[in-house]
Structures are given as C-alpha cells and as structure tokens.
Nanobody, 126 residues
C-alpha cells in the first residue's frame, strides 16, 4: 500500500514562514517516484496547483507563489518539501501533496499512478 504522509502545517502570522514536507512510502514493495507536487484548497474554492518538481529537479510554480514559495525534493528519502515565506492570509488552505508513483511488480514496474496525501492545514493570521 502506497502512502503519502504530510507534515509541517500549522498557524503562522502574516509575513512569517512555514515548511511542509511529504514522504512517499509503501509496505512490502519498492516504489519509483516521479513528479511530485503541492496543491492547496481554500474553503469554498477549487483545489489549485502550488508547485511541482520532476525527479530531475525541474520546478514549476503557480504565478501567485513565485518568489515566495520554494519546492525541493530529496530523492533518496522520497520526500518533497515546500518552503513558504512572506506568507499572506490568502495562503490559508489545506495543502495536499501529490506524487506519480510506480510500484514494483516484479520483474518490472506496475504503471505509474497519481497518489495524494491526506492534507495538512495551513492558517495565516493577519
């Protein structure tokens, strides 16, 4: 079973910083992690892309996050990070991690599919 476990959410004041992390793992099987990303969903809003990163380290950001947020990953740990600086009240949302993951199906790999974390609440107070 593949799991994405997020951590690092919480309450921060406007102008402050917060770092989220998300680790992919699977019980009893090896995994191969492709693109990883962060999305967020504010109350009464649709889920939106924050940033994503390929396994080679190429990054892409939503326009409103450029210059404030930084996505990075540690491939050895199957972990993706989101460093958030100069935070604003409008950054308040549930943040979700996603990853394209292929599970070992010996002697090859099963097709890659997208997995999601459970979400972590980020609240920015004014």
């Amino acid at each position: 079973q593949v799991r994405l476990v997020e951590s690092g959410g919480g309450l921060v004041q406007a102008g402050g910083s917060l770092t989220l992390s998300c680790t992919a793992s699977a019980s009893e099987r090896a995994i191969r992690v492709g693109d990883m990303g962060w999305y967020r969903q504010a109350p009464r809003a649709q889920r939106e892309l924050v940033a994503n990163i390929t396994s080679a380290g190429t990054t892409h950001y939503a326009d409103s996050m450029k210059g404030r947020f930084t996505i990075s990953r540690d491939n050895a740990k199957n972990t993706v990070y989101l460093q958030m600086n100069s935070m604003k009240p409008e950054d308040t949302a549930v943040y979700y991690c996603s990853a394209g993951i292929a599970v070992s199906c010996l002697p090859t790999w099963c097709p890659e599919r997208t997995y999601w974390g459970q979400g972590t609440q980020v609240t920015v107070s004014s």
